[in-house]
Nanobody, 125 residues
Framework: QVQVVESGGGFVQAGASLRLSCAASGRTFSNYDMAWFRQAPGKEREFVTSISGSGVTYYRDSVKGRFTISRTSAKNTVYLQMNSLKPEDTAVYYC???????????????????WGQGTQVTVSS
């Protein structure tokens, strides 16, 4: 049974940093893309960043230079280092994994097979 579990959310002031973690279990994920999405109150869920099994990354423009995605050598854990946080980064952050072969720049939610429950990030001004 595949499980995806996020952790590391919290409440911070603008300009602060947070690191989110995502642990996937139940099968081998070393060759699969993993991603972070987020959903702000009253808005649709949106793509944040993704990383391939080989370490290729892709980011939405608004987080480039502030957020960094990485994964462990075992490749079943992904991190999201978030620096210079802004109030507009406030959202529930979800981790996702996909089994199929896609371009890393294909950020469609529908391509992701497994999802975590989400972790809340709140950034105050």
């Amino acid at each position: 049974q595949v499980q995806v579990v996020e952790s590391g959310g919290g409440f911070v002031q603008a300009g602060a940093s947070l690191r989110l973690s995502c642990a996937a279990s139940g099968r081998t994920f070393s060759n699969y893309d993993m991603a972070w999405f987020r959903q702000a109150p009253g808005k649709e869920r949106e793509f944040v960043t993704s990383i391939s099994g080989s370490g290729v990354t892709y980011y939405r423009d608004s987080v480039k230079g502030r957020f960094t995605i990485s994964r462990t050598s075992a490749k079943n854990t992904v991190y999201l280092q978030m620096n210079s946080l802004k109030p507009e980064d406030t959202a529930v952050y979800y981790c996702a994994v996909r089994i199929g072969v896609y371009s890393i720049s294909d950020y469609r939610e529908s391509t992701y097979d497994y999802w975590g429950q989400g972790t809340q990030v709140t950034v105050s001004s």
